[in-house]
């Protein structure tokens, strides 16, 4: 059975940090390019990171380059998005989603929510 499963969100205030993880089972994790994608609120899917398969490529939506940082430990089956200098426009569940070789999102997790209040 295939799973993503993240962790890791919460409530934080403006200003801080916090480090989310999505922990994959059930195909070959190392094939996958992975993804961040988040929902604010009454809004829909914008996408936030992406890193290849290696690990060696990133990318980042521009609301978010040089605050967020994507990772991945593939002997661990784990992708990471560390996420500073949170705002409130943060707020949001964040998805991550694993993408095969035609680009396509094949399987997604099932949110974690990050609020960003004072």
């Known amino acids: 059975e295939v799973q993503l499963v993240e962790s890791g969100g919460g409530l934080v205030q403006p200003g801080g940090s916090l480090r989310l993880s999505c922990a994959a089972s059930?195909?070959?994790?190392?094939?996958?390019?992975m993804s961040w994608v988040r929902q604010a609120p009454g809004k829909g899917l914008e996408w936030v990171s992406q890193i290849n398969s290696g690990g060696g490529s990133t990318r980042y939506a521009d609301s978010v380059k040089g605050r967020f940082t994507i990772s991945r430990d593939n002997a661990k089956n784990t992708v990471y998005l560390q996420m500073n200098s949170l705002k409130p426009e943060d707020t949001a569940v964040y998805y991550c989603a694993a993408s095969g070789p035609g680009g396509q999102y094949d399987y997604w997790g099932q949110g974690t929510q990050v609020t960003v209040s004072s």
């Open positions: 059930g195909f070959t994790f190392s094939d996958y390019g």
